[in-house]
């Protein structure tokens, strides 16, 4: 009762210390509070690495004083004896929304001009934002974080790629926001989301967000100089706010990437929110030297009672289960800074146990205080005051009793700014545990839980649960339940002392009125033992287990990465696509990533010898026009995208790579969608299985960009048919629109004289200077000459119609021009533009001069292109070698690619298909597929990673089932459908 009076003293004159000592009082004599409290005996964490024992925090107007062994307590000091009790700083979250509502979505329909005036061209772009002006303290919020150990936490408004600034916020119910605002603004926050509050339709995609945060950065140079007239009140707050801590949101390791590679042009270091999967790239990330913040949403285990829906799960999603928790003892294991966050979960009150999570995978206790304490009010600036309880800190520090991160341990106070929040009373006994007792010869069981703060109790006897209400204070509980007989609304009453948290002592009112002795006993189990024995009974390692980590961390991944060697195949049909044809019997030496000799009863002493007798080998296919292997496909927010690239998208995670090995594809072209005219910049890549998505990329790869014509750039399918261009005719003056305006940008930009970077211009400029390559989206022959004519007019030629469906009307003229065609062997009629198409537009296009290729567009068909350039020998009598050539060598020819790729030639790049078969043949099957001498697909090991799948999966079950077993919660099984791209898939980005 004393150190009740005691706290309630300290509350009541912590009502002066939060008044500011300017502001006049009406309302009695101001009065200031000298008064120190001193908290003696306890177990003091001064900070993650500094622990004293039996020691003593002296604290006054919220702030620490003095912290040690020995600490000289002034006279007018208010002691609280914590013996047996532990001190902890109080958690930091820097990552949250606290006290600010949620944006509400603004209208329908698109917008492509921004909404405001005096500020960016992008509603998107909004560093001006002050969270501050919006927010409004929330006490149920504060209350529940107090009971996770939060004291502090930093707050901002998300929505936009560019939010503005953030501000830290101390947890006191008790104060005004004239103490509870430590710093109102501490942190610039960024996303690749737009806001909800704009319809503006730019960026629809991740690579539209990147791109715009790159002009972006450029334009708040170019403002910052003094080279803008007019207001631009975004550009001025960006500027600003330079040099805050830049947050930004990615949400996953993909993403992550992504946002460090925008930072890294501007020679910013993000600190970056991840999304739980970066210990799939470790490496990665620490390459990207930035601190993590790091959520700890751990998935639920599947619900596999159903084996049916069951075998629908992938093995990805199953490690996800396994892996995350494992992720911040990897993090901390390679000396990647993080800090923890409760963003990202459904409800805070499973971060507790995903920490515990955590920790029971291996995260040490001291990394974790780490990053819930040192690490955030590091990020912040502000060590001197938060993280620790130094003196000068505030007095923000929890009261526990015992280690913080066990499970059975109770947080009794949570400290903020010198004022207490009581989670459970530290001064009532703990009497939470089983209770067996017997009453008018019936035996019951009785469970109490949150006995310090909430009590709740379940009574049982024999098969039935009792309803049960329990009352408990000052040492006795009042417990009512109800009777057995259910056909009767009758109750016994209990009241009993539990002074001796062992027993329960007193008696019981029965509903006659009788009373009767009571006495419950707790149940002292031997669950420790049990679990000792259980141990020893079971072969498993105490290590818990984690799924093998893949490159890529999914079916069919490397647990190496593979490495190039040399190989020799002997006796094979060599087809070189070169002047010697193909050669019969015949040997292939592939050696440092390149071929290296071809001929008969070639050696090489430290070759692996592989025999080809009765097989195949060719030059890799390459796909000129594919959609696989990226995350966003169309920038359709405007009609130019030629600023965005689809290099900044690639996903390394994507099965098609695999599947396409599978069919012998070792390059693709990833090409920007077709939902505008001009669009986004290609990715040229090779199919390096298992290798990070900026390894994928050529080097020194040649420039290309995506123009399209046609009904999908003047929306001929839109709902809203709003955006310019409606129609053919306005598609030419696009063009000639922006050519015009790259034009007289050039001739700035070569004069010397100061101008705006213009990333959309610059890609432009490429072209007419004959640096950059355009593929182009074309059916209709009144377009594809109008195309040709408007590159004339500009000194630049067209390098690839593709599609290129009414190619057989102008072969004549496209071979004048240049221009070559990839085009399908036999799709038709899929829409009205492409009515006229035919079978023998590749044969016709070919004969006439035009160097041909026959590409997919499709995930599915590009498995299978040996058997596309097949056709072309049926539809036109091609012959089998030119026909081979149409998906081999024609489009290295069409990509710039035929000095490295396309042929079997001393020299070029070892990209090798051994096939089971003659390469045209629908029975042909790729055996062995080869990427700079490494084997990225091999199918005997593809029949042994079928059989790894199916074991891993089944662990992975037993396990899940274990969960569900032990009473955890479980998620249900969702089949999920893969998402196809193509020319017209559209981002859900939001």
Known sequence: ???????????????????????????????????????????????????????????????????????????????????????????????????????????????????????????????????????????????????????????????????????????????????????????????????????????????????????????????????????????????????????????????????????????????????????????????????????????????????????????????????????????????????????????????????????????????????????????????????????????????????????????????????????ADMNTTDIDGDYDFKLAGDDYKLTISKSTSKPTAKLVSGDQTLGAKLNYKDDWINLTFKTADSTKKEFVRIVANASNNNSLNGKAILPNGNELSFYATKNKTEASDKKGDKKKANDNSDEPFMSPITYPNLAYGFTEKPKSETLLFKNATVWTNEKEGVLENTDILIKDGKISKIGKDLSSKNAKIIDATGKHVTAGIIDEHSHIAASSINEGGQNSSAEVTIEDVLDDESIDIYRNLAGGVTSIQILHGSANPIGGRSAIIKLKWGEAADDLIYDNSPKFIKFALGENVKQSRSRTNSRFPQSRMGVEQVFVD????????????????????????????????????????????????MLMKVAEQFDFRINTFTHILEGYKVADKMKAHGVGGSTFSDWWAYKYEVNDAIPYNAAIMHNAGVTVAINSDDPEMSRRLNQEAAKSVKYGGISEEEAWKFVTLNPAKLLHLDNRVGSLKAGKDADVVLWSDHPLSIYAKAEKTIIEGVTYFDLARDKQMREAIKREKSELTNLMLQDKNKGLKTQPVVKKEEKLMHCDTMDSHQ
């Open 1 to 423: 009762m004393i150190k009740v009076l005691l706290r309630l003293l300290i509350f009541m004159c912590s009502f002066s210390l939060f008044a500011q000592d300017y502001f006049p009082s009406n309302s009695g004599v101001i009065a200031n509070n000298s008064n120190y409290t001193a908290f003696t005996n306890a177990t003091i964490h001064v900070s993650p690495t500094e622990i004293i024992d039996n020691g003593t925090l002296l604290i006054k107007d919220g702030k620490v004083v003095s912290v040690g062994k020995s600490v000289n307590i002034p006279k007018n000091t208010t002691k609280i004896d914590l013996s047996g009790k532990t001190i902890y700083p109080s958690f930091i979250d820097i990552y949250t929304t606290f006290g600010v509502e949620k944006p509400k979505r603004g209208g329908n329909g698109p917008q492509y001009g921004a909404s405001r005036s005096g500020y960016y061209w992008n509603d998107h772009i909004m560093p001006e934002q002050d969270v501050m002006a919006s927010f409004k303290y929330d006490e149920k919020s504060a209350s529940e974080l107090h009971k996770l150990g939060f004291g502090v936490v930093n707050t901002h408004m998300p929505d936009g790629v560019v939010r503005g600034t953030g501000a830290l916020i101390a947890l006191n119910n008790n104060a005004d926001n004239s103490m509870r605002v430590v710093d109102g603004e501490t942190t610039q926050h960024l996303s690749f989301r737009k806001s909800v509050t704009s319809r503006q339709s730019y960026p629809s995609s991740i690579m539209g967000s990147m791109a715009l945060l790159r002009q972006m950065y450029n334009d708040a140079k170019w403002y910052e100089a003094g080279n803008i007239d007019t207001k631009d009140l975004s550009l001025e707050a960006l500027n600003k706010n330079k040099n805050l801590l830049q947050i930004f949101e990615a949400g996953s390791r993909a993403n992550l990437m992504r946002a460090d590679k925008v930072g890294d042009a501007f020679n910013i270091q993000y600190t970056i929110v991840g999304g739980g999967d970066e210990y799939e790239r470790i490496d990665e990330i620490k390459g990207t030297n930035a601190t993590i913040i790091l959520p700890i949403d751990f998935q639920l285990a599947y619900d596999v009672d159903d084996a049916f829906l069951a075998s629908t799960l992938s093995l990805s999603d199953m490690r996800s289960w396994n892996q995350q928790p494992h992720n911040p003892r990897l993090l901390a294991e390679n000396d990647i800074k993080f800090a923890l966050t409760t963003h990202g979960l459904k409800s805070n009150k499973t971060f507790s146990s995903n920490l515990l999570k955590a920790i029971e995978m291996g995260l040490s206790k001291q990394k974790a205080l780490e990053a819930l304490t040192t690490i955030p009010a590091s990020l912040l600036g502000k060590s001197d005051v938060l993280g620790t309880l130094k003196s000068g800190s505030y007095a923000n520090f929890l009261i526990t009793d015992g280690d913080i991160f066990e499970k059975k341990t109770k947080l009794y106070e949570n400290w903020v700014q010198g004022t207490a929040n009581v989670i």
């Open 738 to 785: 922006y050519f015009t305006r790259a034009k007289a940008y050039d001739q700035l930009k070569k004069s010397g004289k100061p101008f705006r970077h213009d990333a959309e211009m610059e890609t432009l400029v490429e072209i007419l200077n004959g640096e950059r390559f355009i593929s182009c989206h074309s059916y209709v022959q009144s377009e594809i000459n």
